[in-house]
């Protein structure tokens, strides 16, 4: 069964962004948004987690119209790590967390321990139970990011959406969240949908990779498949040599000349 199918999917601010673009997502899959800067890649994120509407097409959710879905049905299906973390107001960390948990509360009722379990769980889960005190303006931008998506795993949806969610990272907390999300993707089979420039990364954590330049999808398939000398070229404008890493058995991309 698909989780997220698109079809014939148009959008613009004033200009056209995303051109007449289709894909099927099946459920229990990490599939990874690669594409330049420009490409479409954070729009499709905003489209699939229904914050913009298309200009044309439709997106299905679970076999069902998106639009057809309330606010709190959506965000029950669908949560999102945005690229902008940025918090103005005095909340704790726990408190951000804790927000991920309002799609299952009525008009004014509480939280409860449930709710908390699933925001500790979270917290855990990306390193930051330990600041859990701390007001949210008062960490650091990766930390920052952590505890947004602490937010999303609180929610506790079967999909969800991330845009550039390692961008604020240094390497050792970029794989630890890639290898989290995997760790959801295969325990509990939440289909995964992430934009990303590093496409060594996308190449190692996908199970397939879609491939956009100007709001076009130009390939879409297992990594082996897509991460092609003649794709990097088409849609980086690079020459690329790619191999095998032998440490992560997935493939390798090193750009040589342009």
Known sequence: MFAIEVENLQFGYKEKIIDDISFKIKEGQFVSLIGPNGSGKSTIIKLLNHIYSPWKGKILIDNKDINSFSKKELARKI???PQNTLIDYDF???DIVLMGRYPY???FERYDEKDYEAVHRALKATNTFHIKGKIITEIS??????????KALAQ???IILLDEPTSHLDLNHQMEILNLLKKLNEEKKTTIIIAI???NLASRYSDEII?????KVIDNGVPEKVITKENMEKVYSVKVAIEKNKHTNSLSITPISN
């Open 141 to 150: 931008g990766g930390e920052r990011q952590r505890v947004i998506i602490a």
């Open 197 to 199: 420039h590093d496409i």
């Open 92 to 94: 704790t960390v726990e």
């Open 79 to 81: 949560s999102l790590v």
């Open 105 to 107: 509360k009525k008009r």
């Open 211 to 215: 491939i956009l330049n100007m709001g």
């Open 156 to 158: 506790g949806t079967p």
